[in-house]
């Protein structure tokens, strides 16, 4: 089990706990010309792997994500935008089976 980090004010967003315990999820997005695939990233997972307290500006989390068919393709595979969002399911759907 987690456990969550406090919040304080004046309010910054900044660790993949923090993301957590407020209900924002990521996701990122391939830049590459002829790609465009995007993913949800399960920030439950992501946590367990680097922690509640890892910042998660897109600096930090580039380092361990790559576009998986840009790679397969031969193409540069590290073209990547993060984007937050409210949260849109429980983390605990995880995988959205049958969505597109």
């Keep these: 089990m987690f456990k969550f980090p406090e919040i304080t004010y ?3 967003i900044d660790t993949i706990g923090k993301h957590l315990a ?3 999820e990521l996701f990122v997005h391939c830049l590459s ?3 465009g695939h995007h993913s949800r990233i399960n920030l439950v997972a992501l946590a367990g792997k680097l922690g509640m307290d890892h910042r998660c500006s897109a600096d930090d989390l ?3 994500f790559y576009c998986s068919k840009c ?4 193409r540069p595979d ?3 935008q993060f984007q937050v969002s409210p949260l849109i399911d429980p983390h605990s759907a995880w995988p ?3 969505r597109k």
């Design 10 to 12: 004046p309010l910054t």
């Design 22 to 24: 407020l209900g924002y």
């Design 33 to 35: 010309k002829d790609c």
């Design 62 to 64: 580039h380092p361990h």
């Design 71 to 74: 790679r397969a393709a031969g």
């Design 78 to 80: 590290k073209n990547l």
């Design 96 to 98: 959205r089976e049958g």
